[in-house]
């Protein structure tokens, strides 16, 4: 199986339903998501994810990945 770390910020429908998209396409895999403060689907991100980290603030792509 493998792993993947997806850092998040969403803010609007379009991006979600971008990052559903990529989230189902990646098949059976442990799935790491970082969310960066988003104001919108983060229940649904909690629901999928085999690890769920949540960020008050968004502190950008590096950092993020590093936090996964």
């Not at 104001?39 to 590093?66: C, D, E, H």
């Amino acid at each position: 199986m493998i792993s993947v770390v997806m850092p998040v910020y969403i803010q609007n429908e379009e991006t979600l339903e971008l990052t559903k998209n990529a989230i189902y396409s990646l098949g059976e895999c442990s799935l790491t998501i970082i969310d960066n403060d988003s104001s919108m689907g983060g229940g649904y991100l909690r629901a999928l994810a085999t690890t769920y980290i949540r960020n008050n603030k968004n502190l950008g792509y590096a950092k993020a990945v590093n936090q996964g």
